[in-house]
Each structure stands twice: as C-alpha cells, then as structure tokens.
C-alpha cells in the first residue's frame, strides 16, 4: 500500500478520445502534483495543487486538464492527444512543500496515443 | 533555472559491493533540500535519502548515504554492501524554497540506471 493510489494503471487512447486518470492520496497531505516522465528526459512537473488551489501550471498544453475537488483527489482529463503524449504519468503528494517535505508517489499511469 | 546533472545514465556493482551515484545540481538559493529517489521496475517512485542544505552532516539511511558537497553543488549516494533488490533507476532531486510567491518545485535529474549483478 504505496498511500497514493492511481488509476487506471494502463490506458491506451485514440487522438480523439476523451479519457481522464485519476489520482488518490490517503495520508493527508496538502499538496499534490502531476508528473510525466518520458523515456531519456527528466521527470517534467505539470501542475501542482496546494490546498486545493493549483499553484503552478508549468506551460502544459491546454489539452491537459487538471481538477483537484478536494485535497485527496486530483484528475488529470485528458482530450485530443498528440502520439508524443505517450508517457507515464506520475502523481504525487507531499505534505507541506515549503519546509522541502519528500514527495510520496502512485505508480502511475502508462498512457499510449495511437 | 535550477537544474540537476547525473553524470553516469548506466552503472553496474557486483552484489555485496559498494557503488557511488554522482549528482550536481546548479542553483543560486541558500535554502534548499535535496532527495534521492529510487524506482524499481514495479514504476513506484520511493524516497532513498533527503538532505537538509544546511545541514553540514551527511545524510545516511541504514545502506544509503551521501555525500553532500554545498561548495561545489555535489550530492553523491554511496550504496553499500549491495542488495540485488537495489537494481533500479535512481534520480536525484532539488527542491529549493521559494520565498517570492511561487510554489516549491522539485527538479529531477535524468537518473541512473543501477544493475546489482550477482
């Protein structure tokens, strides 16, 4: 039981297709991030949501649509991807960022755009 | 930009041996943490070692220690007596603490992909 939970594990989506994953962290911390991590490249940071309102949206195209309802749930809706979309999407948490707090991790989405 | 450099994409270390991962980071902050992350194929990213910047004293954790040079923005993890189940990718992390209004954001590096041969 990794605290982070993110589903689904695998999804494999057409260009036009809507689809949205989904991220859960049961260890009550405040803030939470989407990653993707290609292969040969850092981990690229996305957007970041601290109590709930998102503080940092790091140039992510618009077809990239983060929600976060409340401070345990975030989403990540996806709509009309590019095939170099393809990556694992990785969530996380931490508990408070502004005293370097580490970052807990799901095991991530393994998305692939046909 | 901050950013983070790991020299070595592939290293290899015979079980029981010891191994050093290099990591250089480049930043104009005084305050700031640096982490280790190790993901196993499982994909699971999970903290190794965090350290404090000023903090002078390396961190260790059981196997896994450090050695966190401020001067010359190095911060290496020494794996000792190597454990099969420590083949894995490694990142080094930065985090520096933004006091201007923006959010805290953790920089990766490309990692370094660690085989523990039997």
């Known amino acids: 039981e990794t605290g982070v939970t993110q589903t689904p594990r695998h999804l494999v989506m057409g260009m036009t297709n809507k689809k949205s994953l989904k991220c859960e962290q049961h260890?009550?911390?405040?803030?939470m991030y989407w990653y993707k991590q290609s292969a040969k490249k850092p981990l690229e940071l996305m957007f970041v949501?601290?109590?709930?309102?998102?503080?940092e949206n790091n140039s992510v195209p618009s077809r990239f649509s983060p929600e976060c309802p409340n401070s345990s749930h975030l989403f990540l809706h996806l709509h009309t991807l590019q095939p170099e979309d393809s990556a694992l999407y990785l969530c996380?948490?931490?508990?408070?960022?502004?005293?370097?707090?580490?970052?807990?991790f799901g095991n991530g989405t393994r998305l692939t755009v046909t | 930009a901050q950013t983070v450099t790991q020299s070595q994409p592939e290293m290899s270390v015979q079980e029981a041996e010891t191994v050093t991962l290099s990591c250089t980071y480049d930043?104009?902050?005084?305050?700031?943490?640096l982490f280790w992350y190790k993901q196993p194929p499982s994909r699971q990213m999970i903290l190794v070692i965090r350290?404090?910047?000023?903090?002078?004293q390396n961190a260790t954790e059981n196997r896994f220690s450090v050695n966190f040079q401020k001067a010359a923005k190095s911060f290496s993890l020494k794996i000792s007596d190597s454990q099969l189940g420590d083949t894995a990718m490694y990142f080094c992390?930065?985090?520096?603490?933004?006091?201007?209004?923006?959010?805290?954001?953790?920089?990766f590096g490309k990692g370094t992909k660690l085989t523990v041969n039997p």
């Open positions: 996380a948490s931490s508990q408070d960022p502004s005293i370097g707090s580490p970052l807990h």
């Open positions: 260890l009550g911390h405040n803030a």
């Open positions: 949501y601290n109590f709930k309102e998102q503080t």
């Open positions: 930043t104009s902050e005084s305050n700031y943490y």
């Open positions: 350290q404090e910047a000023y903090k002078q």
């Open positions: 992390a930065f985090i520096d603490l933004i006091t201007q209004g923006g959010s805290e954001k953790l920089v």
